[in-house]
T-cell receptor, first 114, second 114 residues
Framework: EPEVTQTPSHQVTQMGQEVILRCVPI?????FYWYRQILGQKVEFLVS????????KSEIFDDQFSVERPDGSNFTLKIRSTKLEDSAMYFC????????????FGSGTRLTVV | DQQVKQNSPSLSVQEGRISILNCDYT??????FLWYKKYPAEGPTFLIS?????DKNEDGRFTVFLNKSAKHLSLHIVPSQPGDSAVYFC?????????????FGKGITLSVRP
């Protein structure tokens, strides 16, 4: 069964450093998303991406965040200057027809900012 | 921002019995409702969805019921199996194509006792 692949599974970084979280969505999917889950809290929407541009972003997705689909297969989330409160599980997801039909999520990257 | 609420944090049921997981929402613009299951160290897995024009959708052991007037939905699992033990998230989406982000509830931990 096709799956969404995320790397690394765990990333530890120092506060103020840049991190790039990587995702390989399912190949025929057109819609891409990043969500995050802070420990003990709900899964929160960060950004959606379609047709090579951001289609929607949340209040969390400020100027420190950016997304890119550099080569038609990878989908990356960059955090420019990490803060302690960025520590969370980050999930990439993709969908063939849009979120209301159900996404396929990756296993997540646990980001720990120290 | 509690547009999707899962008020019970946990539920424990005996194997073979019915599990009923409840979810309430406040945003009347939501058009699709979805249930996801999540095991530890994995991403959420899509289970079943329902459009707001329906009141019931069934897929094997899983049935989702929607009561639009009460802004309430529920997931029934019959019969419950130990492998169903996981965190279940209710999510909702508006019909906006590429902008169809999901708004999640906090999740409910289901434990199915053998």
């Amino acid at each position: 069964e096709p799956e969404v692949t995320q790397t690394p599974s765990h990333q530890v970084t120092q506060m103020g450093q840049e991190v790039i979280l990587r995702c390989v969505p399912i190949s025929n999917h057109l819609y891409f998303y990043w969500y995050r889950q802070i420990l003990g809290q709900k899964v929160e929407f960060l950004v959606s991406f379609y047709n090579n541009e951001i289609s929607e972003k949340s209040e969390i997705f400020d100027d420190q965040f950016s997304v890119e689909r550099p080569d038609g297969s990878n989908f990356t989330l960059k955090i420019r200057s990490t803060k302690l409160e960025d520590s969370a599980m980050y999930f990439c997801a993709s969908s063939e027809r849009g979120g209301q039909y159900g996404y396929t999520f990756g296993s997540g990257t646990r980001l720990t900012v120290v | 921002d509690q547009q999707v609420k899962q008020n019970s944090p946990s539920l424990s049921v005996q194997e073979g019995r019915i599990s009923i997981l409840n979810c309430d929402y406040t945003n009347s613009m939501f058009d699709y409702f979805l249930w996801y299951k999540k095991y530890p160290a994995e991403g959420p897995t899509f289970l079943i969805s329902i459009s707001s024009i329906k009141d019931k959708n069934e897929d094997g052991r899983f049935t989702v019921f929607l009561n639009k007037s009460a802004k309430h939905l529920s997931l029934h699992i019959v019969p419950s199996q130990p492998g169903d033990s996981a965190v279940y998230f209710c999510a909702a989406s508006t019909r906006t194509g590429a902008n169809s982000k999901l708004t999640f509830g906090k999740g409910i931990t289901l434990s199915v006792r053998p």
